[in-house]
Nanobody
Framework: VQLVESGGGLVQPGGSLSLSCAAS????????ISWFRRAPGKGREWVTT???????VYADPVKGRFTISRDNAKNTVYLQMNNLKPEDTAVYYC?????????WGQGTQVTVSS
């Protein structure tokens, strides 16, 4: 099982970024996939989850600005982030939720700054 995030970078406040989480070793339609983030000096924070059936749920700080989606053919999950704020600066991780364990990606840095 492997998760590889990409798409992070530096963006100005109000801008957008799209993160990717490419999965291997399992099918993204079989298990729930989540995005988390860790801001400097803070603990890991849950951002959003898409279940195996495609249902989605979001943390309040990102609701209405972030969208999780997936491309079944590419076995990839995405996080579209709009209207970014400086407080969104963090390392973003994707995670697959198996029945008894989790697997994490290595993370991708998102910096929101003018």
């Amino acid at each position: 099982v492997q998760l590889v995030e990409s798409g992070g970078g530096l963006v100005q406040p109000g801008g957008s970024l799209s993160l990717s989480c490419a999965a291997s070793g399992f099918t993204v339609t079989t298990y729930a996939i989540s995005w988390f983030r860790r801001a400097p000096g803070k603990g890991r924070e849950w951002v959003t989850t898409m279940t195996n059936t495609g249902s989605t749920v979001y943390a309040d700080p990102v609701k209405g600005r972030f969208t999780i989606s997936r491309d079944n053919a590419k076995n990839t999950v995405y996080l579209q982030m709009n209207n970014l704020k400086p407080e969104d600066t963090a390392v973003y991780y994707c995670r697959v939720n198996f029945v008894t364990t989790y697997y994490w990606g290595q993370g991708t840095q998102v910096t929101v700054s003018s």
